[in-house]
């Protein structure tokens, strides 16, 4: 069975920084695409990141320059590292992966974590 999980949430000022990581587990035979989510209160879950296997990434506006994306493919994690985090950044994060597994390989499964609290707030 296939899991993801998050850790590196947390409360940091307006300004402050922080590191979310995302470690997949399972019978994973490669994984494309992996990406970082957020739904904050009230508003429907948006995509923050997003990296494929070879490294290309995509940001959604609101976190250029700010955050940054990066993938380990051997030890099949993705991190998200954000600074001068904002009073708006404060959501749930969630990792996302399409996983090809070992016995299924004529096509991808999407698999989300449980999600991790972020908040910017004085």
């Known amino acids: 069975q296939v899991q993801l999980v998050e850790s590196g949430g947390g409360k940091v000022q307006p300004g402050g920084s922080l590191r979310l990581s995302c470690a997949a587990s399972?019978?994973?035979?490669?994984?494309?695409?992996m990406a970082w989510y957020r739904q904050a209160p009230g508003k429907q879950r948006e995509l923050v990141a997003t990296?494929?296997?070879?490294?290309?990434?995509l940001y959604a506006d609101s976190v250029k320059g700010r955050f940054t994306i990066s993938r380990d493919n051997s030890e099949n994690t993705v991190a998200l590292q954000m600074n001068s985090l904002e009073p708006e950044d404060t959501a749930v994060y969630y990792c996302?992966?399409?996983?090809?597994?070992?016995?299924?390989?004529?096509?991808?499964?999407?698999?989300w974590g449980q999600g991790t609290q972020v908040t910017a707030s004085s």
């Open positions: 996302n992966a399409e996983i090809r597994l070992w016995g299924q390989l004529t096509s991808t499964l999407n698999y």
């Open positions: 399972g019978p994973i035979f490669s994984i494309n695409a």
């Open positions: 990296i494929t296997s070879d490294g290309s990434t």
